[in-house]
């Protein structure tokens, strides 16, 4: 069986407002967050299945023989996304060699690739194919990777099986699917995302499909009809953390001062209300200043209410103070406690000023990315249409398997 | 008629939490600040009444006969205290020669020493005397110094004419007056704010009057029976700030975005409830570190929502920021926007700590004082009881009227 070669990308995910107040029944909004993953799928003639993994050095290969002994008995139609395939889980979990601990990003992103290619495939023939991501997004910091991971996964080996159809029109540069195929890419990510993270909220892998923002409330994830896209610096302090830590600090933050926290929730609940408000008021009348400067204080006091939470940090104040010295207003993004900060541009940010702001945060250690966020979700590419650095490193890393090992992702200017 | 010499001191105040939620109908506590008002009466045989207030290089003097001509008609006794007098402001504000504006420091304090003297004694012999005061607080920082000024005046006035007797035995350093006592010193002062002031809330006198804690919702003022003794620092950033304006910028936050911010007063409600009960434990049971890490955390969620409520400044955030460094918590103490800020220490603060402290915040342009709340309020002390530097300025300018110049208050190491 041969497969069609195609180019698909995701974007990231990033919570504009309501992290952590979403763990006690609050709104949160996350919106997609243009560093996106790439992935190239191409069919061959050698009888094996190669997965490169540049960001992180990983270029794995299998014969096709030994991949077919795993193929579930029961596999199912791929229109039907059921609940995780447990015995499958366990048997590649074996046959990767991972069997209690050790579930590094390279044995997670090798068991959904696998996990999701032979549910896919299974109930066939195997084809014989080359999959090489690659993404701008760094991983392990909040901002979705696994997720656009998935979303490309699911999208190109969907459409490469022909369940759902490409997406693009020959002659168009990329193209969305419709919302039913939107559907079933974004249930079959949701199982990587399961493999991945165990228990995953679901938000990641639908940022990562629909793009634009979501609402996230009680568990249940509404795409917003539209949104404007917005300029933003994206940051990473490098700081590390761990996000159930700084989720139980909240936690007991709220036990010990019930009174006080609660209020600062329903506070952070309302920010999200009134965010969404001020978005899509700005697709349905002209833009104007007082938009942003309502983006800005909304920006503003979330921070405060983050630090009020306990998931601040010293390099995260750095953050906002140094943009705020360019009137620029920023405040922290996903688990808090070092890791990511957003900062809003205005569309008359001059772009020296971008500049100057971004090797200032540089200079504080940070890397910094001038992208948006709102931008569309998974979407199929023309070859000519992906950005020629990127369309570089997966046809290099792509031409099979173990190869030459890429430079792991470096922030772009 | 001759009057005894006597000293009495009153503290300042700084509010603790609730500033601006106060104007919202929440509760503020506010804290004697033992930054002290000092004041010396000495009769005299001149036929004349001086009063010096070295700090504003203010040293003024008349004849008995020029303010006898001032004497209210009705000047009832003194234990009645009424509402103002407007004939008698108007005459003294005519006699001290302004009419319209030029209300400076200097009038004001005239206008309100001359009120209270004419308004004790004017139905009897008026004495010739001799005020001077002195105060260790900053002038227009918010800190209450018309208060203790008014403080002193009356409860030096009424006890030299024998409305209230001295509380002083002729053993002690220093002693308070009973209940009732201070119930007219407070009454007294009322009327002297009111004259500096217009509409003065009445917790600046309270505080100098009973000193300790002072619980303030929807304009009354109780007075808590038992508060511990705080060390602190208290910053002066010398930013100039005018409160209406603060006022004002927080009601415009709170109408344009009424769902955010009247859930982040609650929590400044929720935040002196717990700060008084704290303190309530403190007087009860044994002191803990858990007693000072939960002030802590008040005041920096406090500071946080003060932010929110666009009351801060980067003077403040230098404050806390520097503070922090030395594990100390700060936040503003009053209007905000620059002003004050006061620094909580803890009894194991060590003095090495407390001196780098001070030196880097004066290394920031600001004035900073090492000093304690819920101190006690109006006192009147022994002279020998009167810290010796106070005893010698207010003895320097203390000899008759208009004198040599001394040098303005200095912050004191």
Chains 1, 2 share one sequence.
């Not at 104040?317 to 890791?339: E, F, I, Q, W, Y």
């Amino acid at each position: 069986m041969q497969v069609p070669d195609l180019f698909v990308s995701a974007p990231g995910k990033a919570i504009l407002h309501g992290e952590h107040a979403v763990v006690h029944g609050k709104v949160a909004l996350a919106v997609s967050l243009n560093l996106r993953t790439y992935l190239s799928l191409k069919g061959t003639t050698a009888g094996s299945v190669c997965i490169n993994l540049p960001n992180i050095d990983t270029f794995l290969s299998w014969d096709l023989c030994e991949l077919k002994r795993l193929i579930p008995y029961s596999c199912g139609k791929t229109e039907e996304v059921k609940r995780l395939d447990a015995e499958l889980v366990r048997k590649l979990r074996e046959f990767v060699g991972v069997t209690n601990g050790n579930l590094d990003t390279c044995n997670m992103a090798t068991l959904a690739f696998l996990y999701i290619y032979l549910s896919v495939f299974g109930s066939g023939e195997l084809p014989s194919l080359t999959v090489t991501v690659w993404s701008e997004l760094p991983t392990g910091a909040g901002l979705g990777s696994s997720a656009a991971y998935s979303v490309c996964l699911s999208a190109a080996l969907l459409c490469a099986n022909g369940t759902i159809p490409a997406a693009l029109k020959e002659w168009e540069p990329a193209a969305r699917w419709c919302q039913e195929d939107l559907e079933l890419i974004n249930s079959w990510a949701f199982q990587g995302e399961m493999i991945i993270h165990g228990n995953p909220s679901g938000v990641d892998n639908a940022v990562g499909t629909w793009g634009g923002m979501l609402r996230f409330l009680a568990g249940k994830i509404i795409p917003l009809s539209r949104v404007p896209l917005l300029r933003i610096l994206l940051t990473n302090t490098k700081v590390p953390r761990s996000t159930k830590v700084l989720v139980a600090r909240v936690k007991d933050k709220i036990n010990k001062f019930p009174s006080i926290m609660n209020p600062v929730l329903d506070s952070v609940d309302a920010i999200s209300c009134n965010c969404e408000k001020v978005l899509s008021e700005m697709t349905c009348e002209p833009i104007t200043g007082e938009h942003y400067n309502i983006l800005e204080e909304l920006i503003d006091i979330n921070q405060h209410h983050l630090n009020v939470m306990g998931v601040g940090h010293t390099s995260l104040d750095t953050l906002c103070r140094v943009t705020l010295t360019k009137g620029l207003h920023s405040k922290l993004t996903g688990a808090g406690g070092g890791g990511c900060g957003i900062t809003l541009l205005r569309p008359e940010t001059e772009s020296s000023v971008v500049q100057t702001t971004v090797k200032d945060l540089k200079d504080c250690g940070f890397d910094c990315w001038e992208t948006s966020i709102g931008g569309p979700g998974v979407q199929q590419h023309s070859a000519a249409s992906v950005k020629e650095e990127v369309l570089e490193i997966l046809k290099r890393t792509g031409r099979g398997g173990q190869q030459e090992c890429v430079a792991s992702l470096e922030p772009l200017d």
